[in-house]
């Protein structure tokens, strides 16, 4: 019964910022490695940020200096604060859990003036 509930998007100008949420159910969370990925249209799925049990982060190379993960393991959920947005970045974001695991059903993140 794993569930991965993704929150948080929605349409924002370049240069804005938006907090994504993803409410973790189901699973010894404080344990669990997750992470954060995205799809833009017509695109294949790929890794935004990861963070281990310890707090240990890891971000893909587009949007290091921009985006932060945080997980705040008392509420089971994971967070991904993006900043500095840049139409490129608009995208379905999927919060994932145990290494490709487990998925969210998105929540869509829209860049654009």
């Known amino acids: 019964q794993v569930r991965l509930v993704e929150s948080g998007g929605g349409l924002v100008q370049p240069g804005g910022s938006l907090r994504l949420s993803c409410a973790a159910s189901?699973?010894?969370?404080?344990?669990?490695?997750m992470g954060w990925y995205r799809q833009p249209p017509g695109k294949q799925r790929e890794l935004v940020a990861t963070i281990t049990s310890g707090g240990s982060a890891n971000y893909a190379d587009f949007v290091k200096g921009r985006f932060t993960i945080s997980r705040d393991n008392a509420k089971n959920a994971v967070y991904l604060q993006m900043n500095s947005l840049k139409p490129e970045d608009t995208a379905v974001y999927y919060c994932?859990?145990?290494?490709?695991?487990?998925w969210g059903q998105g929540t869509q993140v829209t860049v654009s003036s």
């Open positions: 189901g699973l010894r969370f404080s344990i669990v490695y």
């Open positions: 994932n859990a145990i290494h490709l695991t487990y």
